[in-house]
């Protein structure tokens, strides 16, 4: 069918936003531009190295797919694929090959083409926090994940200007049964939101069921819909060295239909991956670049993203760790890499506090710091992780929304123009040595868009702090998430497509969705 006509125009989504603002006043929708020269923490004769020894890996150790007909389709396009284990090894020439096919930038369309998302080159995108197990907030505490908070953090993620994409389930709804959970969860991110989302490749009929789902959301026909990139997922390698059958299953569908697959192997140095930066990057790259390979030998051109996730563990106590050091030179050097082979890159903004807290922050600073030096394209779990992605917190969003919005206005050219008007001569002239710059034209004409102004941020004095009732960051955030949730609208969406989708959905329910060993 052809594409429906949208029934929303641009002056009452002008009127939605006005209405937002009535709880934080917020930057305008945008995607950052990087335009920074990024940190290269590696020569050139090291990134050949580096590069060399993930040969080395496809070629002489192998990696293992641990799916039937991914290991068909290798054995066919003439890698050595074992036949008595899972292993396949692959020539480097083969693998260069095919990685060429993938594009530097493609776009992405939601349902609302004003929040079109383009993926490559020096744009960023901010995903919201994916996949916790748990949620937290200061009033509940700690809990596991229910359908409640889950379409709680939709709204917050539709809400912002900063969030761009509604990755994968904000928190996972675990009172919802996994066999018709995807069908519920997607159809709430559908209406909730008019972003660009994300759906997880676990099992065929669950990838199957989301592709049509977007499909009848965006109005279009089959053949319409695979033109162009309309939802993406995101695969983990199972380190070290496999891929499992049900993300391998959900990429090759994805590459199929020309919908776009970020392949990210999770890497922790020093458990899953060697202690040694190098060691652990190489590993990662191998890992990726196997399972790009394969489906861009399925579909050449099919739109492809390099993800990061390598950081280090606590040797003390084997935890998880993120934000630190080692993993801002991991993300970086691996942005090395991305550029090597032109492929768009994916990382985190991650952090192992347990409360939206201090070290939470800084830590995120960190994940942030690496992904904008990096060269990141896409920003996982921009705004509400905590605990090593075991919990999404709702203060914690509403935190992080803050920082990305001052990445944003970082990245803002006309901070950096230089000219006449900019430098300011006649002003510093008018105001002299014993002058101030508050009264004079040059910031009368100015001042109200001159510098950042924080919805978060507290810059006023102590006293004043003090007399306001001397609420920490995460009380003020508090108050801001319950004043987000009372006033939201969701985006409109034609009745008829409404329709149409919730009848699929009611349909695959009552099918019993997907199949379940419980």
């Not at 002008?14 to 709880?23: D, F, P, V």
């Not at 006043?25 to 950052?32: A, E, N, V």
């Not at 890159?345 to 960190?366: I, K, T, Y």
Request: hydrophobic letters at 35%; charged letters at 25%; aromatic letters at 10%.
């Amino acid at each position: 069918m052809p594409e429906r006509q949208r029934t929303r125009g641009k002056g009452r989504e002008g009127r939605r936003n006005q209405r937002k603002t009535s709880i934080i006043s917020q930057t305008p929708w945008s995607l950052p531009v990087n335009n920074d020269n990024f940190i290269e923490p590696v020569s050139q004769e090291g990134v050949e190295m580096i590069h060399n020894t993930a040969m080395k890996i496809l070629e002489e150790i192998g990696i293992e797919f641990l799916n039937e007909e991914a290991k068909s389709i290798l054995k066919k396009a003439g890698c050595k694929v074992d036949p008595d284990s899972d292993n396949v090894k692959m020539d480097r020439s083969w693998v260069m090959e095919m990685v060429g096919h993938a594009p530097k930038t493609f776009n992405i369309i939601p349902r609302n083409k004003d929040h079109l998302v383009t993926i490559g080159g020096r744009n960023m995108t901010f995903v919201n926090v994916s996949s916790p197990p748990n949620v937290m907030d200061l009033d509940r505490g700690r809990r596991p994940g229910d359908f409640e908070s889950f379409k709680d953090l939709l709204k917050f993620t539709q809400y912002f200007n900063c969030i761009h994409v509604a990755g994968g389930y904000p928190v996972e709804p675990v009172d919802i049964h996994s066999s018709i959970r995807h069908l519920k969860c997607l159809y709430e991110k559908l209406t909730i939101t008019d972003k660009v989302c994300h759906a997880y490749s676990l099992g065929s009929e669950r990838v199957e069921d989301a592709i049509e789902m977007v499909r009848i959301a965006s109005g279009l026909n089959e053949t319409d819909f695979i033109k162009e990139a309309r939802i993406y997922t995101n695969i983990n390698s199972s380190s070290p060295l496999k891929h499992d059958w049900p993300m391998l299953d959900g990429a090759m569908r994805f590459a199929r239909k020309n919908q776009p697959v970020a392949v990210t192997p999770f890497t922790l140095s020093g458990a899953m991956a060697p202690v040694t930066l190098p060691g652990a990057v190489s590993q990662s790259i191998a890992e990726a670049l196997a399972a790009i390979a394969l489906l861009q030998y399925i579909n050449p051109g099919c739109p492809i993203i390099l993800g990061t996730f390598t950081s280090n563990v606590d040797m003390k106590s084997g935890a998880p760790a993120f934000g630190t050091p080692e993993y801002i030179r991991a993300t970086q050097i691996t942005g090395q890499m991305a550029r090597h082979y032109n492929l768009p890159l994916r990382s985190s903004n991650a952090c192992a506090a347990n409360a939206p807290d201090g070290q939470a922050m800084w830590e995120s600073l960190n994940s942030l710091w690496a992904s904008s030096t990096s060269g990141t394209n896409l920003v996982y779990h921009g705004a509400g992780w905590l605990e090593g992605g075991l919990i999404a917190s709702y203060e914690k969003f509403i935190m992080d929304c803050e920082v990305l919005q001052q990445f944003k206005r970082y990245f803002e050219d006309e901070l950096c123009v230089v000219n006449e008007e900019t430098l300011a001569f006649d002003a510093i002239a008018e105001v002299g040595p014993t002058g101030h710059f508050f009264g004079c034209q040059h910031t009368q004409d100015r001042y109200e868009k001159a510098f950042y102004s924080p919805f978060l941020s507290d810059w006023r004095n102590f006293e004043a702090w003090t007399e306001a009732g001397a609420e920490w960051t995460h009380q003020r955030a508090n108050k801001i998430w319950k004043g987000i949730l009372t006033e939201f609208e969701a985006p409109p969406m034609d009745e008829g497509i409404k329709e149409e989708l919730k009848d699929f959905v009611d349909r695959r329910i009552y099918e019993g969705g997907a199949p379940t060993d419980y």
